[in-house]
């Protein structure tokens, strides 16, 4: 009788059609995400998104919390989550404007410079620096790609 070893047949990647690797390099970016966050939750006790707010403060000397909505592309309501939460870390203060009550301004504290130079940059965060390192023609043929599997999903932009 056969052992299970010599009943299965092993597959490659290369033995599976071209539009199957693509699809696992495009599974591999999704795995990857998720481990690389429940990784760096597990390690750094703050979550990418976080960080990438952090970092995002830092650069500009602090901002808005719509300059941060545009920035994480996220809605009013999950960003102002974000910002409560780290506000209530003590990595970030909330202000309001002196010019105007509806508008407030977000800035790092000496905890949340600490936290960016002890937390190394990698996932998300990582690849947005990266990105902006790129030549506009690489950037546009990255988005032409982005914007096709978008179309493939049937991703509305709006969702």
């Known amino acids: 009788m056969p052992t299970d070893e010599e009943t299965i047949d092993l597959i490659t990647e290369t033995d599976l059609p071209f539009a199957d690797q ?18 760096f939750i597990e390690q750094y006790g703050i979550k990418p998104r976080e960080l990438s707010l952090l970092l995002f403060f830092a650069e500009t000397g602090g901002a808005t919390v719509g300059q941060a909505q545009a920035f994480l ?4 309501s999950t960003v102002s989550a974000l910002i409560a939460k780290l506000e209530k870390d003590g990595l970030v203060t909330r202000t309001r404007s002196q010019e105007d009550n509806r508008v407030v301004n977000v800035e790092l504290t000496e905890a949340g410079r600490t936290v960016i130079e002890n937390t190394p940059l990698g996932g998300l965060p990582l690849l947005r620096r990266n990105l902006r390192r790129l030549p506009d023609k690489r950037l546009q043929e990255i988005k032409d790609v982005l914007v096709e599997l978008m179309h493939l999903m049937e991703v509305n932009k709006t969702e």
Do not use: E, G, I, P
């Open 22 to 39: 693509v699809f696992h390099k495009f599974l591999d970016l999704l795995r990857f995400k998720r481990q690389y966050a429940n990784r």
């Open 73 to 76: 592309h996220n809605s009013a």
